[in-house]
């Protein structure tokens, strides 16, 4: 029985396919220790059991620590996006409503409302 863990939607065949594309090694740091697949898109979780994507461009040979390094950077917002967000609560703290913030950054009222709230959680 295999382990089911992060890749559990990756075949076997998927998996030494990508590992023997990418010669064994980490395609970050080149190590050949505790090797993981990685999907580029980031849908390995998803629960809707697609397949598509499992193909090779979408997939990658990490090994473990860089695996979880990139995991933990994805889960923070980008700087730019940081940026944005800062600026989104500014405008609100201004007393602009959602839709008038949205149309500023092209975003949807329910998304501004949404990045509002999360950022005066993170405030608190
Ligand atoms: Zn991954
Ligand atoms: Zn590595």
């Given at each position: 029985m295999n382990?089911?863990?992060?890749?559990?939607?990756?075949?076997?065949?998927?998996?030494?396919r990508i590992l023997k594309r990418d010669n064994y090694q980490c395609r970050f740091c080149g190590s050949d220790k505790n090797l993981d697949i990685?999907?580029?898109d980031g849908k390995s979780y998803s629960k809707k059991?697609?397949?598509?994507?499992n193909e090779d461009h979408n997939l990658i040979t990490l090994c473990h620590q860089c695996h979880?390094?990139?995991?933990?950077?994805?889960?923070?917002?980008?700087?730019?996006?940081?940026k944005r967000n800062e600026n989104?609560?500014?405008?609100?703290?201004?007393g602009m409503s959602y839709r008038a913030i949205g149309n500023m950054f092209h975003l949807?009222?329910?998304?501004?409302?949404?990045?509002?709230?999360?950022?005066?959680?993170?405030a608190v």
């Open positions: 382990l089911k863990s992060a890749n559990a939607t990756l075949s076997d065949a998927d998996r030494e990685h999907h580029r059991g697609s397949d598509s994507n979880l390094k990139l995991h933990a950077q994805q889960k923070k917002p980008s700087q730019e996006v940081a989104i609560l500014k405008y609100y703290q201004k949807s009222h329910t998304q501004v409302m949404n990045i509002i709230h999360d950022l005066k959680q993170e």
